[in-house]
């Protein structure tokens, strides 16, 4: 299943505004990674998204360098909460570790 080719690939794209996406697991069938959500803004944008799921992968896009010399940086985050009402139990981290 390519869930999150399209958005991998726009968020890779220099010519696209997509800057990040966010997978959210569906802990209750162990198997659907669905997307929760998608932006153009900055990592502040993605981290506020990224706070309020109860667990997921996370692709992002970070432009770094001075004026004269602009790079695009790439992050994959496995989120994982440890604490608050999105603590996941012990049994579905162990499955996010291994999902493919």
Same mark, same amino acid.
């Given at each position: 299943?390519?869930?999150?080719?399209?958005?991998?690939?726009?968020? #890779? @794209? +220099? @010519?696209?505004?997509?800057?990040?996406? =966010? =997978?959210?697991? +569906?802990?209750?069938? !162990?198997k659907?990674? +669905?997307?929760?959500? @998608?932006?153009? $803004? +900055?990592?502040?944008?993605f981290?506020?998204?990224?706070?309020?799921q109860?667990?997921?992968? $996370? =692709?992002? #896009?970070?432009?770094?360098?001075?004026?004269e @010399? #602009? #790079?695009?940086k790439?992050?994959?985050?496995?989120?994982? /909460?440890?604490s $608050?009402?999105?603590?996941? /139990?012990?049994?579905? !981290?162990?499955?996010?570790?291994?999902?493919k």
């Amino acid at each position: 299943d390519n869930v999150g080719q399209e958005h991998y690939d726009a968020i #890779r @794209s +220099d @010519s696209n505004d997509e800057k990040w996406a =966010f =997978f959210a697991y +569906d802990y209750a069938s !162990k198997k659907a990674i +669905d997307l929760s959500g @998608s932006g153009s $803004g +900055d990592i502040n944008e993605f981290f506020d998204h990224v706070k309020e799921q109860k667990g997921g992968f $996370g =692709f992002c #896009r970070v432009e770094t360098g001075d004026e004269e @010399s #602009r #790079r695009a940086k790439f992050f994959l985050l496995a989120w994982v /909460p440890e604490s $608050g009402a999105n603590k996941l /139990p012990i049994m579905v !981290k162990g499955n996010m570790s291994v999902h493919k």
